[in-house]
RNA sequence: GGCGGAGUAGCUCAGCGGUAGAGCAGGGGAAUCAUAAUCCCUUGGUCGGGGGUUCAAAUCCCUCCUCCGCUACCA
């Protein structure tokens, strides 16, 4: 037997300064049904999230909490873990970057870097601000009284200079150029692929990747004093989680590279500048693929802690459902670009996509079925011109998906899913079952039948975003566990005559307005 | 400032050289199997302004206006 293609998908991880909120669940989400819908296809599915743990910010929170670091990242990387049960995620590991697999794997790879003479001991010269204890550039100051320069916080800045060790990163542009030229899909949306090369065109300066100046890090392999920059020891979780540095074991092997990591568009130089250019000066391949997603925004608002409209997934689940949540945020923009959480487009897309095109579709075709078929699937009979028609969108859904799934176009993937409801309540008053009950039962097995296949695409090709809604309508269709992969698609997975079928139950109830308090 | 992108129906957007489109919202109607869900019809736009190329321009070119993104070491 031939082995199966592999896909590996990963998240970022997330930085545990923050509690999880609509941005990281959204990032999930995307990639879970990303590896849904590859292992539904057949694949052989990697999908990986975790926590990022370290670096001056989370020491400080930590401090501002009164906890050890270790403490606190163990306390806020379970919340994000939590995120798994909440979202219905299908992720195959969970990393994190306080783990021994993770701080060994990335010591072996700047062991790797230094052997290659990619990096060398320099000094970090630069505007510092004690206050905000951080670097700035020159084009971020402005000038402050008596020819001092201040922050873009206020804080007084002075020109600072400390050991560091340095990436040779000015030596790859040339490399990554051409990478970005043979590899076209390497950086998506194309907007964003333009804006990379664009910077790496400006040309590059080696990269500091040490720090002296606080110790919540993974320790420089010789040099203990300096501990690495967090974006080395981070981008490096997507190979230490398949088991690098061993390049030679089974995950790494069939895994690696990663077919694509998702990203939001702040990380985006990191992923497609930094990371390949570090992997290539490694010896090592770069993923395939880097997905940059937008932002939502809140009721039309930028979400910030300030204005206190952040978020909480766990709210978010309990007001609206987890599946109406997972195909909002798919289904409502263009993948890449940003969009707007508003209570008025989500309960939109529930009442107006999910309960009554979908969930009552599904309903009056299985209560018609309940009540005039015994209870049994119908026994279908020669095939009109309007049921080839409609069982023909169906079965063509697939490759669409296909094509769609392959660039991340979830909302184009949704869209033609519900083009076929669509098609469906429209056959169904065409065809007006309830009248050929009395004058052609057999015809009306036959509607049903027809309708009740193509939901059975529909609710298959739907597993991805809906997991749950999808599983109960297959269920509610009396199609087995095991048959509702992709490839029971079609003809040869048609449903079977006489099957019989449990009490129709809706799948998205509709949302009604709160009671105000 | 430089580079890139966008401005099309009330809203969100598709169209990217050949008689202005979709979904939602609004208006009217039909049907009654169904979560009063569904289906049909319909109102609505001088396609940001101006100029040009063309038999023909949302669609190509120029220019102006507005908005957004990027312009490196917090992550």
């Given amino acids: 037997m031939a082995e199966r293609p592999t896909y590996y998908v990963t998240t970022p991880i997330y930085y545990v300064n923050d509690s999880p909120h609509l941005g990281h669940a959204y990032t999930t989400i995307a990639c879970d049904a990303l590896a849904r819908f590859m292992r539904l296809d057949g694949y052989d599915v990697r999908f990986l999230t975790g926590t990022d743990e370290h670096g001056q910010k989370v020491k400080k929170s930590a401090t501002a909490a009164g906890k050890s670091p270790q403490a606190f990242t163990d306390e806020v990387s379970e919340r994000f873990r ?21 701080t ?72 990554l ?79 690696w590279p990663a077919d694509l990591h998702m990203v939001g568009k702040d990380i985006l130089r990191f992923h497609t500048v930094y990371w390949p250019a570090f992997l290539m000066a490694a010896g090592l391949e770069p993923p395939r693929r880097v997905f940059a997603h937008g932002w939502w925004t809140m009721e039309g608002q930028k979400m910030s802690k300030s204005l206190g409209n952040v978020i909480d997934p766990h709210a978010m689940v309990a007001r609206y459902g987890l599946d109406p949540v997972r195909f909002f945020v798919l289904r409502e923009v263009p993948f890449g670009a940003d969009g707007d959480f508003s209570h008025r487009a989500v309960v939109g897309r529930l009442n107006g996509d999910l309960a009554n095109d979908f969930g009552n579709l599904v309903q009056r075709v299985l209560t018609m079925i309940g009540k005039n078929c015994g209870a049994r699937m ?4 020669a095939l009109a011109d309007a049921d080839k028609v409609l069982l023909g969108a169906a079965y063509g859904l697939l ?9 991340q176009a979830f909302h184009t993937a949704l869209a033609e899913l519900w083009d076929v409801v669509g098609r469906s309540n429209r056959y169904v008053d065409e065809q007006a079952p ?6 052609d039962p057999a015809r009306m097995a036959m509607v049903l039948w027809v309708l009740a296949e193509t939901i059975r695409h529909l609710a ?38 006489g099957t019989p079928l449990p009490a129709p139950a809706a799948v998205f109830p509709r949302f009604v307005a709160e009671e105000t308090a």
């Fill in 378 to 381: 119908p026994e279908p009979g």
């Fill in 177 to 255: 150029l051409r990478h970005y030229e043979e590899h076209p899909d390497f950086v998506a949306p194309d907007s964003r692929r333009n804006e990379v090369i664009a910077f790496v065109k400006g040309g590059l300066q080696d990269l500091s990747v040490s720090r002296t100046s606080f110790s919540w890090g993974i320790p420089v392999p010789g040099d203990p004093r300096h501990v690495m920059y967090v974006w080395l020891d981070a981008l490096t979780n997507y190979m230490t989680a398949v088991g690098y540095p061993a390049t030679d074991s089974e995950l790494y092997a069939r895994y």
């Fill in 399 to 407: 490759e669409r998906q296909r094509a769609a799934y392959r660039v």
């Fill in 460 to 497: 298959i090709l739907a597993q991805p975003v809906i997991p749950g809604a999808a599983g109960d309508v297959l269920r509610q269709l009396g199609v087995a566990d095991d048959r509702r992969r992709f490839a029971d698609l079609g003809p040869k997975g048609a449903l079977v005559a």
């Fill in 104 to 175: 060994s794997g990335v010591q072996a790879l700047w062991r790797t870097l230094v052997e290659r003479g990619e990096i060398y001991l320099g000094t970090y010269a630069g505007w510092y601000a004690v206050r905000d204890e951080a670097f700035y550039t020159e084009s971020e100051l402005s000038p402050g009284p008596n020819g001092s320069r201040l922050a873009p916080s206020g804080a007084p800045v002075e020109w600072v200079e400390e050991p560091s060790y340095f990436f040779r990163l000015s030596a790859w542009g040339e490399r």
């Fill in 82 to 102: 939590a995120l798994g049960p909440l979202l219905n995620l299908s992720n195959d590991d969970f990393i994190r970057t306080t783990e021994p697999r993770h």
């Fill in 434 to 439: 309830w009248a050929l009950r009395k004058t």
